[in-house]
């Protein structure tokens, strides 16, 4: 019986290290955009900013929240040919296993983008505040 309180647990683990590695690999190969906000040093007034290069095409704003990460993301792209605003919502899930219970985060919103044609985007990402809790946000070609 003890070996199995201590198999189950390292199965788990093993199986959350494979899923996790696995998703990294499919947000790292078609990002168009990446920042992880964790430093108060990234945001100016309250709100971080950056600008980058997008080509025409169907996009999928990701994040990878935890528990302290700011409740609310408002997030601003502008083009000359594009503007998209959105404000995101951190939406924790209960999961029960029977032997553990646990959270997931993600942000609730409108994440899917169409971008009409290639041009430079301004954006600006708002935490509402909540400078110390991390995010990081990904722009992703679908």
């Known amino acids: ?3 199995i309180i201590i198999i189950i647990p390292i199965i788990l683990i093993i199986i959350v290290i494979g899923l996790s ?6 947000i ?3 990002t168009v955009f990446h920042v992880t906000l964790a430093d108060p040093s990234l945001y100016k007034n309250g709100i971080y900013s950056n600008t980058f290069t997008i080509n025409e095409g169907n996009y999928v704003l990701k994040f990878i929240p935890n528990g302290d990460s700011p409740q609310s993301l408002n997030i601003l792209l502008k083009g000359e040919k594009y503007n998209f605003s959105e404000n995101f919502k951190l939406n ?10 646990y959270y997931t985060w993600d942000y609730d919103g ?3 983008i169409t971008i009409p044609a290639s041009q ?3 954006i600006e990402i708002n935490p509402n505040g909540n400078e110390l809790g991390s995010v990081s946000v990904y722009i992703i070609e679908n």
């Open 92 to 101: 924790g899930t209960l999961h029960q296993t029977g032997m553990s219970e």
């Open 28 to 30: 790292s190969n078609n």
């Open 120 to 122: 430079k985007i301004l």
């Open 21 to 26: 590695v696995n998703s990294s690999e499919k």
């Open 110 to 112: 409108q994440k899917e």
């Open 1 to 3: 019986m003890n070996k």
